[in-house]
Every structure is written in C-alpha cells, then in structure tokens.
C-alpha cells in the first residue's frame, strides 16, 4: 500500500538511508543518556536539562542531517552533469569510454561481470549520452520531502530516550529505562536492516547493537 498523508515523505527516502538516519539518532541520544551517569555519579542528575539537551541536540542533528543531504544531492547532480559534459567532449570513442568505466566501474560490486559485457555497458552509456543532452536538474518537492523525512527520523529518536522521564519518578530508574530502550532499538534497527538488504537479521541486529554501543563509547570518552 502506497503511504498517504504525512507518510509519503518517507516514500522519498531510501529504506536503507532511513535506518542510517534512525541509527544516527540513537547513537546521539545514547550518548546523552549513558554520559549522563558520569554526570549523575558527580553532580547528581538533573532530569529536566536531560530531556531538554537529548531532544535539542536531536533537533539540532536533524536539521543538519537535513541540509547535508540537500547539499548531497545538489552536489551529485552537478557531478553527473559535469560527467555527462565530459564524455560529450571527450577526444575519441577511447577517452570516453574511460570515463565511463572510472565514474562507474564494476570491480568491487556485487557483481561478477565479463570484460566484454562491462564494455557493452559502457557503450549502451555511451550512445546514451551521445545522443542526449546534458541538463542541469534543479531540487525537486521529493528531494525537499526526503529531507523533511531525515529531520523527522532523527528528531524523532529523542523521543524513546525522553518518555521514560515522564513515566517513571525516579531518575536513576528513568535512566536505566531509557538505556534499555535506546539499547533495544539499536537491534531493531540492525535487524530490519538486514531484512531490507537480504541479510540475517538476528546476526545484524545484534552487530548493530554491538557498533552502536561502541561509537556511543568513543563519543562519551572523547566528551561528545
């Protein structure tokens, strides 16, 4: 069923892109709530400045996030453009098949393909090109949506971290609570991972939980 509403945003993003963004916004709001008990041991935490410093730190990585793609894509396009311009100018048949073959080589894909075949690839690329013109392609409503969508999935990561304050009265439980979630979250996230990409997804749930635990550990060492 095709998303409706508000949910056909998400329809923009790729399913592997979005869980990077997902896993992005936890590993930030990990690192709030699990630096937090560094914080809690010696000052005594303060629950309020918590929940308002993982959500505005979320806020704030979302719309950068946000802004990064945009730039990305912008910056993509131009790329290909000037690909295009090049093998449209290119000396000889040669040079512009050596063009082709750097921007989109075939070693190192998934992909076990004859010489010959890769040439004809390039050919088809090739004619493509021959017979088209380059032309600049502007931000589209669904590059914009796509970005609106990278703000809401990594925003919206602050918010397993931040209900267990408002649920629970004690802090250190709250805290703990909160951990666990974020925690199973990672797994989840490694887990549909894997479901999208054709992986298997117990063994991806738990090396992403296992990575995210440890990049949480590099940013609460080096004070981020």
């Given amino acids: 069923m095709k998303p409706t509403g508000i949910f056909s945003i998400f ?41 308002v410093a993982t959500i505005g730190c979320n806020l704030a990585w979302g719309i950068i996030d946000a802004v990064l793609f945009t730039l990305g894509t912008t910056f993509f396009r131009s790329r290909r453009l000037r690909l295009f311009r090049q093998v449209k100018t290119a ?76 649920l629970i009265d004690d802090a250190n439980r709250a805290l703990r609570a909160s951990n666990f979630l974020l925690i199973a979250l990672l797994f989840v996230t490694g887990y549909a991972w894997a479901r999208f990409s ?3 997804p117990f063994y991806a749930g738990i090396t ?13 060492a080096l004070g981020g």
């Fill in 198 to 200: 054709g992986g298997r």
């Fill in 11 to 51: 329809e923009n993003l790729d399913p592997g892109d979005a869980l990077g963004e997902v896993l992005f916004g936890l590993i930030m709001a990990l690192t709030w709530t699990i630096g937090s008990r560094l914080v809690l041991r010696e000052e005594g935490l303060v629950v309020r400045d918590l929940v």
């Fill in 208 to 220: 992403m939980t296992c990575l995210g635990l440890f990049l949480v550990a590099i940013a609460v």
């Fill in 91 to 166: 000396r000889d048949e040669g040079a512009a098949l050596a063009v082709l073959a750097k921007e989109f080589p075939i070693e190192g894909t998934p992909l076990s393909a004859k010489p010959a075949d890769a040439e004809a690839l390039y050919r088809s690329l090739l004619a493509l090109t021959t017979r088209a013109e380059p032309v600049g392609v502007p931000l589209t409503r669904d590059d914009l949506s796509a970005a609106i969508a990278i703000f809401i999935l990594v925003s919206a990561t602050a918010l397993p971290a931040v209900v267990p304050f408002f």
